[in-house]
């Protein structure tokens, strides 16, 4: 199951900056929280990952709290081509959980 | 720029077809994956490969096999198609040779129907 929750959907007006939340309440030290998205009948792309200090790439910022225990991804200034369900997944870095375990995710539409 | 490319993104059988989905990656990845999606369920990891010849079970295996001949390729077999596998199939790469450690790029997947 997953471990993370996310709101199913958000509206984001473009040219504005997308905030997703996630909580992840029981990850673990060693656990990082990763972010991907799915554009419509598209396969998964990784946008930015974390393990406690917020991190920035030239896709998003990822802001983590000071417990860990949730995660916020911005998207500066959203595109329409950023409408995509939003996935925040927490995996363990070594060990045996290779695979990725996707929740329902947030549904970001981005309106003009 | 990572590339994992996929053979069709469209592919219409018949029950009891054998059915061949190939993957290719051109980072030199050492990991390799399959999985396959479906609404409700999320992303099911079938098989992985973290080198040449090499495979591992992953959740659902059953009615699937992989070869892995070549780092760069991978493929995911159905010996005899059924039904329910009809689904969304996407093939992933990732660098590291713990490969559960990396980031893991995916293609754009293969829309499967079982007829």
């Known amino acids: 199951d997953a471990k993370t929750t996310q709101p199913p959907s958000m509206d984001c007006a473009e040219g504005r900056a997308a905030n997703l939340p996630c909580n992840h309440s029981?990850?673990?030290?060693?656990?990082?929280v990763y972010w991907y998205r799915q554009i419509h009948s598209q396969g998964p792309q990784y946008i930015i990952h974390?393990?406690?200090n917020n991190e920035t790439n030239e896709m998003a910022s990822l802001i983590i709290t000071e417990d860990r225990k949730s995660s916020t991804l911005i998207l500066p200034h959203a595109t329409l081509r950023d409408t995509a369900v939003y996935y925040c997944?927490?995996?363990?870095?070594?060990?045996?959980?290779?695979?990725?375990?996707f929740g329902k995710g947030t549904k970001l539409s981005v309106k003009p | 720029d990572v590339k994992v490319t996929q053979s069709s993104r469209y592919l219409v059988k018949r029950t009891g077809e054998k059915v061949f989905l190939e993957c290719v990656q051109d980072?030199?990845?050492?990991?390799m994956f399959w999985y396959r999606q479906d609404p409700g369920l999320g992303l099911r990891l079938i098989y992985f490969?973290?080198?040449?010849?090499?495979?591992e079970k992953g959740d659902i295996p059953e009615g699937y096999s992989v070869s892995r001949e070549k780092k760069e390729r991978f493929s995911l077999i159905l010996e005899s198609a059924s039904t329910n596998q009809t689904s969304m199939y996407l093939c992933?790469?990732?660098?590291?040779?713990?490969?559960?450690?990396?980031?893991?790029?995916f293609g754009p997947g293969t829309r499967l129907t079982v007829l």
């Open positions: 992933a790469s990732s660098a590291s040779s713990w490969w559960s450690t990396d980031t893991q790029y």
């Open positions: 029981t990850i673990s030290g060693n656990e990082y």
């Open positions: 974390g393990l406690k």
């Open positions: 997944i927490v995996r363990v870095e070594g060990g045996s959980q290779g695979n990725l375990i």
């Open positions: 980072m030199d990845h050492e990991n």
């Open positions: 490969s973290y080198d040449v010849k090499m495979k």
